[in-house]
């Protein structure tokens, strides 16, 4: 399998709710991070997972949490939803010792 | 001052002109990625870059590891290529977190 593929496309939800965003990464990718770009500015770093153990963490409150699966796919999930958590939200994956990340195309968030 | 700068922020051109955006770090890096995102779309990866240069189509990136600065270069540019393009910069640990840069927004007119 390659690529990263990222579900849903896109979501809508009311604030106050929780949502689980998810990604599936190329097999061997054990490291994945997971980015939020709100409207008009570059992706923020929300934290990475290798081998199923967070291991770095951007300035997001503990409303934002992840796993990371044995089968290379991991999820972010957000809970309480605020207006701001509107944006696209990024996965990218690699196997450590690979120089780059392979991208997923993003899942678009609108609370309302 | 941001670990990744990319300059300009905003760009105009006409139909066929040469177009360079640039992006510098400051970070060490194992790659720099040249993204593209189109208008409400997702993330393109455009290029992956630890050395020298690669092509593809219209597209050329640089890089240049001893002054910690790339460029994305477009030739004969169109107005399918409107979008905006962001530069990710590859952290060189095994943690190697991705620090993207603000993004170039490109606007190519016919």
């Known amino acids: 399998e390659t690529g990263v593929t990222q579900s849903p496309t896109h979501l809508i939800k009311t604030r106050g709710q929780q949502v689980t965003l998810r990604c599936s990464s190329q097999s061997g990718h054990n490291t994945v991070s997971w980015y939020q770009q709100a409207l008009g500015q570059g992706p923020q770093f929300i934290f990475q997972y290798y081998r199923e153990e967070e291991n770095g963490r951007g300035n997001f409150p503990p409303r934002f949490s992840g796993l990371q699966f044995p089968n290379y796919s991991s999820e972010l999930n957000v809970n309480a939803l605020e207006l701001d958590d509107s944006a696209l939200y990024l996965c990218?994956?690699?196997?450590?010792?690979?120089?780059?990340?392979?991208f997923g195309s993003g899942t678009r968030l609108t609370v309302v | 001052k941001n670990e990744v700068e990319q300059s300009p922020q905003n760009l105009t051109a006409q139909e066929g002109e040469f177009i360079t955006i640039n992006c510098s770090y400051s970070?060490?890096?194992?790659?720099l990625h040249w993204l593209q995102q189109h208008p409400g779309g997702g993330i393109v990866s455009l290029f992956m870059l630890s050395s020298g240069k690669k092509k593809h189509g219209r597209l050329i990136a640089t890089i240049n590891i001893q002054e910690k600065h790339s460029s994305l270069h477009i030739t004969a540019s169109h107005p399918r290529d409107s979008a905006v393009y962001i530069c990710a910069a590859a952290g060189g640990t095994s943690y190697g977190k991705l620090t993207f840069g603000q993004g170039t927004i490109l606007t190519v007119h016919p």
């Open positions: 990218a994956s690699r196997r450590v010792g690979d120089y780059g990340y392979t």
């Open positions: 970070v060490g890096i194992s790659a």
